[in-house]
């Protein structure tokens, strides 16, 4: 593990890092009818959301596979959303074609706004020094507060075991507030230590975990769904699986008993015959080994259960467990 590799991720479990996450999809949603729209969109409950308060949620396609994985936030005159990157247009488009005569207006603010991600337990404190202002949000909950004269939203999203930050910075506010959180302590951060950071928390990312071939049950994100809301688009299939079926396959987490971190789409045997595949693997700081994600024939999804990881350059034991692999203590 290179050194600044665990200086970063030591930043994010015991003080805090900094990570641009600016990449990711921007959206503002305007019109009255912008809540009641999404509601037969998106899995989750949308409508009901208050200022301040957000969900992570799926966009399906008739038969339920995951289209995207995004987050829902509410202010008062408009809702933001925070998209897999280079996801934007695909999913507006899509959007788009369901609009009829609903007053809904989407646009993208993809170049308006950065988003710099604070993760650590001393994330919160940072902020709460540099707004002035208490931050006792829940998940996915948000405010705007003002730093160094510019607006902020700042969202409560944990990326990894430990708690965590996603703030909306307008684009020409950037490097000052970038500058200001490091000045405050926080450490530069690499997307590879953010990659080891959230497969231990077995979070599951779009398109490396989850993709159009995906039915949203074999991802095991129930956080993203509501049962009680009333209808939208997969809803059936979602449906039909929770209360009477099953699926054949289920995302899980597998820890590697060899040293070698396997690529990502090795296949995972039993007795020979294929019964899954990775979708993303690291070496994991916390635990000192590989580990992986990847989906599980459901036969074969009992935590303890021995199966083969195989890709190019050889094979290698791994272990079925539940996630997430770490939490934070």
């Known amino acids: 593990m290179p050194a600044d590799i665990a200086h970063q991720y030591r930043a994010a479990r015991e003080a805090v890092a900094l990570f641009d996450r600016s990449a990711l999809g921007k959206v503002t949603?305007?019109?009255?009818?912008?809540?009641?729209?999404?509601?037969?969109m998106l899995t989750n409950d949308v409508k009901n959301l208050a200022p301040g308060q957000g969900v992570p949620a799926a966009f399906l396609d008739a038969h339920g596979k995951v289209m995207a994985l995004l987050a829902v936030?509410?202010?008062?005159?408009?809702l933001l959303l925070e998209l897999p990157p280079s996801l934007t247009e695909k999913t507006l488009q899509t959007l788009d074609r369901y609009l009829i005569s609903?007053?809904?207006?989407?646009?993208?603010?993809?170049?308006?706004?950065?988003?710099?991600?604070?993760q650590g337990p001393g994330a919160r404190p940072l902020l709460e020094r540099l707004a002035g202002v208490a931050l006792d949000l829940p998940p996915y909950g948000h405010a705007e507060v003002s730093m160094g004269g510019a607006p902020i939203r700042v969202i409560n999203r944990a990326e990894g075991p430990a708690p965590g930050f996603h703030c909306w910075v307008p684009a020409e506010h950037t490097a000052s507030l970038r500058s200001a959180f490091e000045?405050?302590?926080a450490v530069v951060a690499e997307p590879e230590?953010?990659?080891?950071?959230?497969?231990?928390?077995?979070?599951?990312?779009?398109?490396?975990?989850?993709?159009?071939?995906?039915?949203?049950?074999?991802?095991?994100?129930?956080?993203?769904?509501s049962y009680?809301?009333?209808?939208?688009?997969?809803?059936?299939?979602?449906?039909?699986?929770?209360?009477?079926?099953?699926?054949?396959?289920?995302?899980?987490?597998l820890v590697v008993e060899g040293e070698r971190v396997p690529d990502a789409g090795a296949r995972l045997t039993a007795e020979?015959?294929?019964?899954?595949?990775?979708?993303?693997?690291?070496?994991?700081?916390?635990?000192?080994?590989?580990?992986?994600?990847?989906?599980?024939?459901?036969?074969?999804?009992?935590?303890?259960?021995?199966?083969?990881?195989?890709?190019g350059?050889?094979?290698?034991?791994?272990?079925?467990?539940?996630?997430?692999?770490?939490t934070q203590a």
């Open 183 to 185: 000045s405050a302590g």
């Open 29 to 40: 949603v305007t019109g009255r009818d912008r809540l009641s729209f999404l509601q037969g």
């Open 228 to 253: 009680t809301k009333g209808c939208y688009i997969g809803q059936e299939t979602v449906a039909r699986v929770k209360y009477r079926g099953h699926v054949n396959r289920a995302l899980t987490g």
């Open 272 to 311: 020979g015959k294929e019964v899954g595949r990775v979708t993303s693997a690291v070496r994991s700081i916390a635990l000192g080994r590989p580990i992986a994600l990847g989906y599980v024939r459901r036969e074969h999804l009992e935590p303890g259960r021995v199966l083969a990881v195989v890709d």
């Open 73 to 78: 936030y509410a202010a008062a005159d408009r």
């Open 193 to 225: 230590t953010l990659d080891v950071l959230r497969v231990e928390a077995g979070q599951p990312w779009y398109p490396q975990d989850v993709d159009d071939s995906v039915i949203l049950p074999e991802t095991r994100l129930e956080s993203l769904v």
């Open 313 to 326: 350059a050889g094979e290698q034991p791994a272990r079925v467990v539940v996630l997430p692999f770490v």
């Open 102 to 118: 609903e007053k809904a207006y989407f646009e993208p603010v993809d170049e308006a706004f950065a988003i710099v991600s604070l």
